[in-house]
């Protein structure tokens, strides 16, 4: 059974095609880049989102498309270019590819979309699952317009799911290794109040979860990919400490934060979500990771 995963070759999408190969499926990861050759993990097919192409072929008969493409949301400082860019490539790549799936004579049964936990905007301590409604901040609104192109790739034959991500943990990419240095030189702490909530998840259970919503033709519709018990962020400092057996107290200013990177530090680092996996617990999903110190145990050894 082939699964198509576009924007593959990153944090999320190497672990997970290695995942689905060793469960024995056919893998393919579209990419923009030149033609690169297979690995043992799967074969790559060259896409350029914005109409269907060549590339559509692929998807027709495959078992389930995964959608993982857009614009890092922290590559670069948000001017309104860069702002407009991160809708525009995650707009463009799923339009193409619920297009592709429509055109598709053999559609799949599942069309897994990317989303974030930022769907919900800023928020306090309230638990969130996923029937909250949207926030109204620039993270939200493309959140939303991420998912609306996504359920128009639903029909009678191919159910949509929009995996809402939280904080993905582990320390060959991500955010995580950006966080050390404060830590590792005793300058580690909270960003700024400590009280905005981070809602986590160790990147093995992000894949596990999504390989079981590829299997389970139960799941629809938004679901959050979170572990089950979200933290502070003051509570995550003084974990990471923890692991890193490193003091956790010296906080970095708010201002600072603003001064350094813009609106990016209130949207990424200075507000949060207390988000919670109803959805997937509901339906039997299982997280190996719940707590934060096990999974930042696991992480550093």
């Known amino acids: 059974m082939k699964v198509v995963i576009a924007g593959g070759t990153g944090f999320l999408g190497q672990p997970l095609a290695h995942a689905l190969a060793a469960e024995g499926r056919e893998v393919v990861i579209f990419t923009r880049r030149a033609p690169v050759p297979a690995t043992r993990d799967a074969r790559f097919v060259t896409w350029h989102p914005g109409g269907i192409g060549a590339w559509a072929a692929e998807i027709d008969g495959a078992a389930a498309?995964?959608?993982?493409?857009?614009?890092?949301?922290?590559?670069?400082?948000?001017?309104?270019?860069?702002?407009?860019?991160?809708?525009?490539s995650r707009v463009q790549a799923t339009r193409s590819l619920?297009?592709?799936?429509?055109?598709?004579?053999?559609?799949?049964a599942v069309f897994i979309s990317g989303s974030a936990v930022g769907y919900y905007g800023p928020l306090g301590d309230e638990i969130v699952?996923?029937?909250h409604p949207a926030g109204s901040d620039f993270l939200a609104k493309v959140c939303a317009?991420?998912?609306?192109?996504a359920v128009r790739a639903a029909g009678s034959r191919t159910?949509?799911?929009?995996?809402?991500?939280?904080?993905?943990?582990?320390?060959?990419g991500g955010a995580l290794p950006q966080m050390l240095l404060p830590f590792k030189v005793g300058a580690g702490g909270p960003l700024g109040s400590g009280r905005q909530y981070w809602p986590w998840i160790h990147r093995d259970d992000w894949v596990a979860l999504v390989c079981w919503t590829i299997a389970t033709s139960?799941?629809?519709?938004?679901?959050?990919?979170?572990?089950?018990?979200?933290?502070?962020?003051?509570?995550?400092?003084?974990?990471?400490?923890?692991?890193?057996?490193?003091?956790?107290?010296m906080p970095a200013p708010a201002?600072?934060?603003?001064?350094?990177?813009?609106?990016?530090?209130?949207?990424?680092?200075?507000?949060?979500?207390?988000?919670?996996?109803?959805?997937?617990?509901?339906?039997?999903?299982?997280?190996?990771?719940?707590q934060l110190d096990e999974a930042l145990r696991a992480i550093f050894g």
């Not at 317009?145 to 192109?149: G, H, L």
């Not at 159910?159 to 320390?171: A, F, P, S, Y």
């Not at 139960?218 to 003091?247: E, K, Y």
């Open 65 to 88: 498309v995964v959608n993982l493409a857009g614009e890092s949301i922290a590559a670069k400082r948000w001017s309104s270019a860069q702002k407009q860019l991160i809708l525009d």
């Open 159 to 172: 159910r949509v799911v929009c995996i809402r991500t939280g904080l993905v943990i582990e320390k060959d």
């Open 255 to 290: 201002f600072a934060l603003r001064l350094a990177l813009g609106e990016m530090a209130d949207a990424l680092l200075l507000s949060g979500q207390r988000a919670a996996p109803a959805k997937a617990e509901r339906l039997g999903f299982r997280f190996r990771y719940t």
């Open 129 to 131: 699952g996923e029937e």
């Open 145 to 149: 317009e991420w998912e609306s192109e």
């Open 218 to 249: 139960s799941v629809t519709g938004p679901i959050n990919a979170t572990a089950p018990n979200p933290v502070t962020n003051a509570d995550f400092s003084r974990a990471l400490g923890r692991a890193l057996h490193r003091p956790a107290f």
């Open 98 to 108: 619920a297009a592709a799936i429509h055109a598709a004579a053999r559609p799949p």
